[in-house]
């Protein structure tokens, strides 16, 4: 299992900018895909992005791309969302989860990921 720990929550405007992070230990970083979910009170858990073992693969789900970007620094071993252009439908509670997949690819599935953080929330004012 991995610990993860999500930083960078907060409220901002519609239009504005924030960058979430996510700090990883317990297991070697670079083992891990990387992803990043979010959640409404009454709704499930849904993906937003993910990033593969070394970087080269991304994924991002349709209602944030063009918006949002995430990348790791596998020396740090962190992962980071930004997030801009924020609209009142990005509020939620993001969390970040790691994949422990064998393989240099991405999965959009929750099923996928063995270990999460607690996740930090997000508010966009109209």
């Known amino acids: 299992q991995v610990q993860l720990v999500e930083s960078g929550g907060g409220l901002v405007q519609a239009g504005g900018s924030l960058r979430l992070s996510c700090a990883a230990s317990?297991?070697?970083?670079?083992?891990?895909?990387m992803g990043w979910f979010r959640q409404v009170p009454g709704k499930e858990r849904e993906f937003v992005g993910a990033?593969?073992?070394?970087?080269?693969?991304?994924y991002y789900a349709d209602s944030v791309k063009g918006r949002f970007t995430i990348s790791r620094d596998n020396v740090k071993n962190t992962v980071s969302l930004q997030m801009n252009s924020l609209k009142p439908e990005d509020t939620a509670v993001y969390y970040c989860?790691?994949?422990?997949?064998?393989?240099?690819?991405?999965?959009?599935?929750?099923?996928?990921?063995?270990?999460w953080g607690q996740g930090t929330q997000v508010t966009v004012s109209s």
């Open positions: 989860a790691a994949d422990p997949t064998i393989y240099d690819s991405v999965s959009t599935t929750r099923e996928a990921y063995n270990s």
């Open positions: 990033i593969s073992r070394s970087g080269a693969g991304i």
């Open positions: 317990g297991r070697t970083f670079s083992s891990l895909a």
